[in-house]
């Protein structure tokens, strides 16, 4: 059974010539006679009287009609979905915790640019309770975070993209620079600067909170307060005795890059083929 054979019944009873049909399908009488024909054979039923000036239904073929017609609704309705899907996953939309370096989105927006670049990007920043409810809701299409506890969530998927290292820091001319052993309590004494979102794993009696690692190490700079940073935007300061890494028990961890998704709009299309080059890109970095 053919969708043109189906159409072509159905548009000789509704045209009420197999010559009107011809015009509103763009094609040959012979080829709607050859169509219906095909059908009729398929089926084993005569669908049309040919003997009369216009071309009828016989009983059987009024019988079908309503099913034909359905078949030709769903088809239309299959292909609409299609090219839905197809429109959506030329959108995408990426969202991001505040602890990842500038460097992951800088690389992963690159690569996005240069591979697919017919399709749009968008890229939002968030805490990860704000991103756990917008990959929810369809908000957003995927999820990249550097915290490990994201992959006990059962409403979720996610894959891990790799590692990231991050230290505890200050100016070489702070207090704690000095302090052989770094407590809790001296952290706790002295103003912490902490990323959008930190503050849930940090507690400080005096804290200043900034939008950005950018933003966090420039006060560090000045010598106010410490801050935690990824290794690869301090090593070249840490090297030359600018900045300093806490003698901390934890001052420096690695902690894992994770992509995850809602169990309930699963990756597709773009999206995967960019899941799949993540863990590569971000192993440079």
């Not at 979720?156 to 000095?178: I, T």
């Not at 005795?241 to 894992?256: D, E, K, Q, W």
């Not at 799949?276 to 192993?283: H, R, S």
Request: aromatic share 10%; hydrophobic share 40%.
């Amino acid at each position: 059974m053919k969708y043109a054979s189906i159409s072509a019944f159905v548009a000789v009873h509704e045209t009420g010539s197999i010559s009107a049909a011809a015009r509103r399908l763009h094609r040959s009488r012979s080829q709607i006679s050859a169509w219906v024909s095909d059908l009729e054979a398929e089926w084993g039923l005569e669908l049309m009287d040919r003997t009369s000036y216009r071309p009828t239904l016989t009983e059987d073929g009024k019988k079908l009609l309503p099913y034909c017609r359905q078949v030709l609704s769903d088809t239309v309705n299959l292909h609409n979905a299609v090219e839905s899907l197809k429109r959506a996953d030329a959108s995408l939309v990426v969202g991001f915790d505040f602890f990842l370096p500038v460097a992951y989105r800088k690389a992963m927006v690159a690569h996005f640019c240069h591979f697919f670049p017919e399709h749009e990007l968008t890229i939002r920043q968030m805490t990860t309770s704000q991103l756990n409810e917008c990959l929810a809701n369809a908000e957003v299409h995927l999820g990249v975070v550097s915290a490990p506890k994201v992959q006990s969530l059962s409403n979720f998927s996610s894959k891990q993209l790799g590692m990231c290292e991050f230290a505890f820091c200050c100016s070489s001319e702070h207090p704690l620079a000095g302090v052989h052993e770094v407590t809790d309590t001296d952290l706790l004494t002295h103003r912490g600067i902490l990323i959008a979102g930190m503050r849930e794993f940090f507690d400080a009696r005096a804290y200043t909170e900034v939008p950005d690692y950018e933003t966090g190490l420039y006060l560090v700079r000045q010598g106010i307060g410490w801050c935690p940073a990824p290794m690869n935007d301090i090593s070249e300061e840490i090297s030359e005795g600018r900045l300093v890494i806490l003698n901390y028990t934890s001052a420096v961890v690695s902690v894992p890059v994770i992509a995850y998704w809602s169990n309930s709009h699963v990756p597709t299309g773009v999206c995967q083929k960019l899941l799949g080059a993540l863990p590569e890109l971000f192993a440079a970095l």
